[in-house]
């Protein structure tokens, strides 16, 4: 996760100091925090939040978004560029909801970034979060303009065969 990427999620959810329901009616506070049954109780709706409690909530959730983006990449090589994509979408629809975009896995497994662009313009959630979905459609599809852009090049392991980290390390 690049700071770049993070502060792109900055500015994707933007920030409110008070709970709301956000659009599918789940109780949200700080950088699109879905809270917890307890956080809930603790801040009830229109509660004010501290901004300690938001940036703890956010490096969590920055935290989650990465480590379910490795998972979902798992097998699959890729550039810094392709995991900041989907960390993107992980923090945005959960790992869960993520890993159902069954079409989009399969073209990017193939190396296929423009048919994986078009499995993300194909979704609700394309309609649904705006220019988020139209940025990271573009980024997706850029990908594609070179058929191994996305793809980790293999030599450029160390000695030991293993990959080199991503820049900047996790949040």
Same mark, same amino acid.
């Given at each position: 996760?690049?700071?770049?990427?993070?502060?792109?999620?900055?500015?994707?959810?933007?920030?409110?100091?008070?709970?709301?329901?956000?659009?599918?009616?789940?109780?949200?506070?700080?950088?699109?925090?879905?809270?917890? %049954?307890?956080?809930?109780?603790?801040?009830?709706?229109?509660?004010?939040?501290?901004?300690?409690?938001?940036? %703890?909530?956010?490096?969590? %959730?920055?935290?989650? @978004?990465?480590? =379910? @983006?490795?998972?979902?990449?798992?097998?699959?090589?890729?550039?810094?560029?392709?995991?900041?994509?989907?960390?993107?979408?992980?923090?945005?629809?959960?790992?869960?909801?993520?890993?159902?975009?069954?079409?989009?896995?399969?073209?990017?497994?193939?190396? %296929?970034?423009?048919? @994986?662009?078009?499995?993300?313009?194909?979704?609700?959630?394309?309609?649904?979060?705006?220019?988020?979905?139209?940025?990271?459609?573009?980024?997706?599809?850029?990908?594609?303009?070179?058929?191994?852009?996305?793809?980790?090049?293999?030599?450029?392991?160390? =000695?030991?065969?293993? =990959?080199?980290?991503?820049?900047?390390?996790?949040?």
């Amino acid at each position: 996760m690049t700071m770049r990427e993070r502060y792109q999620i900055f500015e994707d959810e933007g920030i409110v100091f008070r709970t709301y329901l956000d659009s599918l009616n789940y109780p949200t506070g700080g950088i699109g925090h879905l809270l917890t %049954d307890e956080e809930a109780v603790r801040y009830p709706l229109g509660a004010a939040i501290p901004i300690t409690v938001i940036d %703890d909530w956010f490096s969590f %959730d920055m935290l989650e @978004a990465v480590e =379910s @983006a490795d998972r979902l990449l798992q097998g699959i090589e890729y550039t810094p560029e392709l995991h900041d994509i989907i960390t993107n979408m992980a923090f945005n629809l959960g790992e869960r909801g993520l890993s159902r975009f069954k079409n989009m896995w399969k073209a990017i497994r193939e190396g %296929d970034f423009i048919k @994986a662009a078009e499995e993300m313009r194909n979704s609700r959630w394309y309609s649904q979060v705006g220019k988020r979905s139209r940025r990271l459609y573009d980024r997706m599809l850029a990908l594609g303009g070179n058929k191994n852009v996305g793809i980790t090049d293999t030599s450029n392991r160390d =000695s030991s065969g293993e =990959s080199p980290t991503r820049p900047e390390g996790g949040c």
